[in-house]
């Protein structure tokens, strides 16, 4: 990898467009959500949240890897036995 900086300006035009729409549509899919948004338990789903947030925080070290991984990764990768 290299250590030069990459720059929005030095990206050719087609990648740019690319960017732009992902991040247009990822904003309009954001906002109905947020406008369209409805809980028949907000307490629980903020008390959700809130321990997803906390969660994401947890880094595991894998031995012979260089960086970590989220341990929500782990969670989610690995079966319940629960349905």
């Known amino acids: 990898m290299s ?3 990459q720059s ?3 990206m050719s035009l087609r990648a ?3 960017i732009s ?3 247009a549509a990822g904003v309009c899919v954001l906002g109905w959500g ?3 948004w409805s809980s ?5 789903f903020f008390c959700y949240l809130l321990v997803a ?3 994401s ?5 894998l031995p012979g890897i260089t960086g970590t991984i989220c341990w929500e990764w782990w969670n989610s990768a690995c079966p319940k036995p629960w349905p």
Request: charged fraction near 25%.
């Open 57 to 61: 925080r947890l880094k595991v070290h």
């Open 16 to 18: 740019r467009g690319f």
């Open 34 to 36: 947020v406008v369209n």
């Open 21 to 23: 729409v992902v991040t």
């Open 40 to 44: 028949r338990e907000p307490a629980k």
């Open 53 to 55: 947030l906390l969660a």
């Open 3 to 5: 250590n030069q900086e």
């Open 8 to 10: 929005w300006h030095y």
